[in-house]
């Protein structure tokens, strides 16, 4: 998969995610005031958060994609992460705090709901829409992970790429609250009760709200520095160690400039009997492997060094 190729599908991912989004909180928006039902309220805010999300992630994947120029050498791949943590603290909190409030109010006035059958009729499309979303995303991790040889679960925790992470929760949070929204009409329609209506909007809130704790952190860490994935980097000491001349990595750095672009650092000891013109064309030889094994790396600089310790697998 090529770095075009993993953008492209990240846009389509996040657009196919945005149009569901629409059209769930359109629906739920009517139901909920059909209904008078909080839980379905909170859905509908829950949905529009995400809207907002996805919009946000897509403006993320633009400007983070902007290839690099004299005043940004290395890109602007970081960006993108901001766009994310804005996204990750604006939309869901926002949503959350809406959720919480409403259904406290709901609790403490215990006011009367009307008709649930609209509701129960769009939370079942909700759930079917949001599902075809999120098995998009499921697909995309997934040849992530038999790229890198991984579990699915493994490249979520360290993907930098904050897109996926953000639609797959999002997606995932979404089919958990419907699931809490359907729980909460149901017992507040068995037992004439609205409490527990009130009661499911608020763990809707809460459900948002470690979504969105969980995404800041991620993009945090991101902004901060974080190095590439494990993976990527056996891969690259695996590719420095088969150069020709090349007798051991005795260090090896990398970092994650964006979501696709990786800078990779590496002090090299060479034989003895190698010349400069030598150092010089297999700095070129490793430019070229590493590129051509993963085209996210973008920046490979080499240093030539006296011998190790070198860490296991150079």
């Given amino acids: 998969m090529t770095e075009s190729d993993g953008q492209s599908q990240s846009v389509r991912t996040v657009i196919v995610a945005g149009c569901v989004n629409v059209a769930v909180a359109v629906a739920k928006v009517v139901a909920g005031l059909l209904s008078g039902s909080a839980a379905m309220l909170s859905e509908a805010a829950h949905s529009f958060a995400d809207t907002t999300t996805e919009v946000l992630l897509f403006v993320a994947l633009s400007r983070g994609g902007r290839p690099a120029d004299p005043g940004h050498p290395f890109g602007y791949g970081r960006e993108s992460y901001i766009w994310a943590l804005l996204a990750a603290v604006f939309t869901f909190v ?29 939370l079942v499309v909700s759930f079917v829409l949001e599902s075809v979303s999120l098995i ?67 763990a809707i809130g809460v459900l948002l709200l470690v979504v969105a704790t969980v995404l800041a952190r991620n993009n945090l860490a991101l902004l901060v520095g974080r190095a590439a994935r494990e993976p990527v980097q056996d891969e690259i000491r695996r590719e420095l160690a088969a150069l020709p001349n090349v007798r051991g990595i005795v260090e090896l750095l990398t970092l994650q400039l964006g979501p696709d672009d990786i800078l990779v650092v590496a002090k090299i000891d060479f034989a003895d009997q190698v010349r400069g013109a030598d150092v010089e064309d297999v700095a070129d030889e490793a430019r070229r492997r590493l590129t051509a094994r993963n085209p996210a790396v973008r920046f490979v600089f080499l240093s030539p060094t006296g011998a190790g310790p070198y860490p296991a697998g150079s």
């Avoid at 006035?109 to 649930?116: F, L, M, R, V």
């Avoid at 699915?152 to 958990?176: C, G, H, M, Q, Y």
């Fill in 136 to 202: 998009r995303t499921v697909r995309q991790v997934r040849r992530r992970a038999k790229r890198w040889g991984i579990s699915p679960a493994r490249v979520l925790r360290r993907t930098p790429n904050t897109a996926i992470k953000a639609v797959f929760l999002e997606d995932s949070a979404a089919l958990i609250g419907l699931g809490l929204a359907g729980a909460g009409l149901g017992v507040a329609e068995l037992t004439g009760d609205p409490v527990w209506d009130g009661i499911s909007s608020v």
């Fill in 94 to 122: 926002s949503g959350a705090g809406f959720s919480i409030t409403h259904g406290v109010h709901v609790i403490a006035s215990a006011q009367e709901t009307g008709d649930y059958a609209v509701s129960y009729a769009v």
